[in-house]
């Protein structure tokens, strides 16, 4: 058995975290290899090491003052050291940053400072190789992972350390520049060491225990998904439900290995499996909730559309012309709607509605905005019959009007979209009718 663990950020906010973070590491030998974020909040009003140490970026660049900022990161990490009682001293690696500060620096390096010193400690403290990163995830030229190259590279690497701390977020740009993953990014490299080494279980470990079946910011004490499919977790993330980077499934998916997010200040909560496929039902018809405010629907209407060949293709290719990516496309007999996103739609809405025009000679064009999209996902949900009917009542009930639905033919899910204003009761109603 062997496992990669990857400890966020609040995982690892101060010297009493990062303790305890290692005691689960060092209770279980099969946690080979650790990946640390940069140290997070420790309260609520706190900042995160990486937005500090990107602050210090932005003022170095300005050429602002920038000892003050640099110094207090400086701070965070000598009070890990010294909670830890640990004999290192990171003063080369920190006039090594203040130099790049004071010449041309760079905003990718400033930013991964804090995943490589936390790293450096964790290393020392658990007595574990330390390995660089930067030299083993490739990006390519267009800014993507190169793989191929990432995974031969850090599987030889990894087969030479038995107990190894790689710090999370960067790699080496194809110009040999150090460049990071978007944010929250070490949950990707945990991902990839995983596949790399081969991994039987990547646990990330967090603050939460796992995903819940619907915000709970909106509806209170939602409960836990305990087991959720990549597929499942690919349509609640990208609707916005968030504990892990979107990407991080990629490298681990291709290996057939599941994922388990565990919280670090509950470590004996079950937390979620994130797997490829199971035989084991959900609790509940639906796995989880997710949506997102802020889309447009436009909507093209035209008599006798359905036997004009080539119609959709040429309304499609007006958002093409104007660089806008869509989100769904429900259509009609004779309409055909495009809902896509309200910021990026504006600037450019006009030129959409001429370009339509030109391209598909409609009847008429109508656009509405404010409105919000609510994925219903679950695997239990297929051949399952009456979900819709549950789910459709469910929001009659709350007198809250559906103004578009998209079912996928996998059945795995249900897209609604509802006016803005009715979206945190649409997904209370939802969750009381299928959970509780
Ligand atoms: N420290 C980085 C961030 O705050 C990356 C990470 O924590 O995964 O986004």
Request: glycine residues 6%; aromatic residues 8%.
């Amino acid at each position: 058995m062997k496992k990669v663990v990857k400890f966020g950020g609040s995982s690892l906010a101060d010297a009493k975290q990062v303790a305890k973070a290692c005691q689960l590491i060092k209770a279980d030998k099969t946690r080979q290899y650790v990946i640390p974020s940069a140290p997070g909040k420790r309260f609520e009003q706190d900042q995160k090491v990486t937005d500090m140490l990107i602050n210090c970026y932005q003022l170095a660049s300005s050429k602002q003052d920038f000892l003050g900022q640099l110094a207090q990161v400086k701070g965070r990490f000598q009070a890990i050291i010294k909670g830890l009682k640990l004999d290192l001293s990171l003063e080369e690696d920190f006039s090594q940053i203040k130099q790049h500060l004071n010449q041309k620096p760079q905003f990718d390096y400033v930013a991964s400072r804090g995943e490589y010193l936390n790293g450096k400690i964790l290393a020392a403290y658990l007595k574990f190789d330390f390995i660089d990163p930067y030299e083993y995830i490739f990006f390519n030229e267009d800014g993507y992972l190169n793989s191929y190259k990432t995974q031969k590279n850090m599987a030889r690497r990894l087969s030479q350390s038995q107990f190894a701390v790689i710090p999370g977020f960067y790699g080496q740009a194809k110009d040999g520049q150090v460049k990071t993953f978007s944010r929250g990014g070490s949950d990707i490299t945990g991902s990839i060491v995983a596949a790399a080494c081969e991994a039987d279980i990547y646990e990330n470990w967090t603050d939460v225990s796992g995903f819940l079946v619907a915000d709970p910011k909106i509806v209170a004490h939602p409960v836990p998904i305990k087991t959720i499919t990549y597929r499942e977790l690919r349509e609640l993330s990208y609707m916005g439900a968030s504990v892990l980077h979107e990407a991080a499934i990629f490298p681990v998916r291709s290996k057939g290995i599941p994922i388990n997010i565990k919280n670090t200040n509950k470590p004996d909560d079950d937390g979620t499996w994130i797997v490829e496929s199971t035989a084991r039902k959900t609790d509940y018809i639906i796995t989880g909730i997710a949506g997102k405010k802020g889309f447009c629907s436009l909507t093209v209407t035209k008599d006798l559309m359905n036997s004009e060949i080539g119609f959709c293709r040429r309304a499609l290719q007006a958002f093409e012309d104007c660089n806008l990516s869509i989100e769904h496309m429900p259509s009609g007999i004779d309409t055909m709607t495009v809902v896509v996103h309200e910021d990026e739609f504006l600037d450019k809405e006009q030129a959409v509605v001429t370009r339509l025009h030109r391209l598909t000679n409609p009847d008429s064009i109508e656009i509405e905005a404010d409105l919000a999209l609510i994925a219903v996902v679950g695997r239990g949900m297929k051949d399952q019959l009456g979900t819709a009917a549950r789910l459709f009542s469910a929001l009659a009930k709350e007198h809250i009007n559906i103004k578009m639905i998209d079912q996928g033919s996998s059945e795995l899910n249900i897209i609604i979209a509802v006016a803005e204003r009715d979206f945190e009761n649409a997904i209370r109603a939802i969750y009381q009718t299928f959970v509780k």
